[in-house]
């Protein structure tokens, strides 16, 4: 697949039409423009039960557009990269941009903040696989899961893997290229049948293929999360410490970090506004983001509005110590911005991690959260409340499954009542994080 996929020729492919766009709007009159190119490939091969179902080779490529006049701004796209469509394209901007309202924030990030570093964060690791080889792989995965004792059936597992080169410029002469590889394995099975049947799954992902779980391991944790799940009980309606395992931690993570973007805060769409400053976790967490970590899944050296990225931190010792902006976010708030246009990069909790089975042996009556289901989070108020399913703890030790339940709370005061976090280290995407303890929480069956 990557043969075919020259990273090399494709940035500068990329760099061309970026700087050719540019060079258009300036002709035209614009007082600023920005532009995003990319170009990606992909693999994605499905099997069940040791058959191909899909088996796909995609690629995709694109060029955003942005014309500012003034204070006017306006934006188009295109997948076609030829030098007639990216002019038609800038000229669709730049009349959209003369027609527009004005907005007195709108513009590019200062001169003065692009990047001007660019180390090698180790994202490029083309996988050379064959799709031979890689329903091979697919195939490992799944009979790993499907020959431990109990596993009735299987929905699948797929790999998919994935090259692609992303070009940033503006016209402050700004004009830098990041390439990265991602890759993943997943499996997903069923145990039981009709009404008692269960379906749970596993999965890992890298930017390297050398640092993927064995797919072995990973058909056999998605068995094991399967069969963990049979028989499953109804819980009684009370208040409860509740365990959110790290997977439903991590959604906790990105709920706070949803609060505290800039985008929220200005539109005053946020529970979390005006509280810069203020304690809302346990003084023992801090969260901070290393966006230039090496091989990091969302690693970069510059953010989508071409500001330096850069360590934040934005809990210290349990206080919001700032918030998440773009620039322009960060205009609309009067504050500076803090380089996460495009988000969050490479999360991480800094606090004493308890043993996760301590955490449990701690709990005398409680509910361990392993699955969410629907939305049921308001941004504006911060009230909490999704169906679940899990285990039951009682007396220190996981006694059996629980399902079609609902964990209710305030997330403020959930974040407030953390008592734990556990070394259970979910490593495999943006967010790093182990389970969660938080103390007194509705749960009704």
């Avoid at 998919?160 to 290229?177: D, E, I, M, P």
């Avoid at 993927?212 to 028989?231: D, K, M, P």
């Avoid at 506004?273 to 304690?279: F, H, N, P, V, Y």
Wanted: hydrophobic letters at 40%; aromatic letters at 6%; charged letters at 20%.
């Amino acid at each position: 697949m990557d043969k075919a996929f020259d990273a090399h020729r494709e940035q500068q492919r990329l760099e061309a039409q970026t700087a050719y766009a540019l060079e258009q709007a300036r002709q035209l009159g614009a007082t600023a423009c920005e532009v995003g190119a990319s170009a990606q490939q992909g693999m994605h091969v499905s099997v069940r039960l040791g058959d191909v179902e899909t088996m796909e080779l995609a690629t995709d490529q694109g060029i955003g557009v942005t014309v500012y006049v003034g204070k006017r701004k306006g934006s188009a796209s295109t997948s076609n990269g030829s030098e007639a469509a990216i002019k038609e394209t800038v000229a669709k901007a730049y009349d959209i941009a003369r027609y527009t309202g004005e907005d007195d924030k709108a513009g590019l990030a200062p001169v003065e903040l692009m990047a001007s570093d660019f180390p090698d964060l180790d994202l490029y690791h083309p996988w050379a696989l064959e799709p031979d080889q890689a329903i091979e792989i697919a195939r490992r995965c799944e009979a790993a899961g499907t020959a431990v004792e109990g596993i009735t059936n299987s929905e699948g597992a797929l790999l998919s893997s994935g090259t692609g080169v992303s070009v940033y410029g503006n016209s402050h002469g700004f004009l830098h290229a990041e390439k990265g590889t991602s890759h993943s394995v997943a499996c997903r099975l069923i145990a039981g049948s009709g009404d008692a049947m269960q379906r749970d799954a596993d999965y890992t992902a890298a930017r390297s293929p050398d640092d993927l779980y064995s797919v072995e391991e990973v058909g056999r944790r998605a068995a094991a999360n399967t069969l963990a799940r049979l028989a499953p009980r109804n819980v009684t309606t009370g208040r409860y410490p509740i365990i959110f395992a790290p997977r439903m931690a991590i959604g906790l993570v990105g709920n706070l970090l949803g609060a505290i973007a800039g985008g929220a805060l200005y539109r005053e769409a946020s529970f979390l506004c005006d509280t810069l400053g203020e304690k809302l976790l346990p003084e023992w967490l801090s969260l901070y983001e290393s966006p230039r970590e090496r091989r990091g899944l969302r690693s970069a050296n510059f953010d989508a509005d071409g500001v330096a990225t850069r360590n934040n931190r934005f809990i210290e010792q349990g206080v919001l110590a700032q918030y998440l902006l773009s620039s322009y976010s960060a205009r609309r708030l009067g504050l500076a911005t803090t380089a996460n246009a495009g988000g969050a990069r490479n999360v991480r909790i800094d606090a004493p991690l308890s043993r996760y089975q301590e955490m449990i042996a701690g709990i005398e009556r409680g509910v361990i959260v392993t699955e969410m289901m629907g939305q049921g989070v308001n941004a504006v108020t911060g009230d909490y409340s999704r169906g679940a399913s899990g285990f039951w703890v009682e007396q220190g030790e996981i006694q059996y499954p629980i399902e079609g339940f609902t964990v209710a709370g305030n997330l403020r005061e959930m974040f407030a009542q953390l008592k734990a976090v556990g070394d259970d280290v979910d490593r495999r995407g943006n967010i790093h994080s182990g389970s969660w303890w938080v103390d007194g929480m509705t749960v009704a069956g």
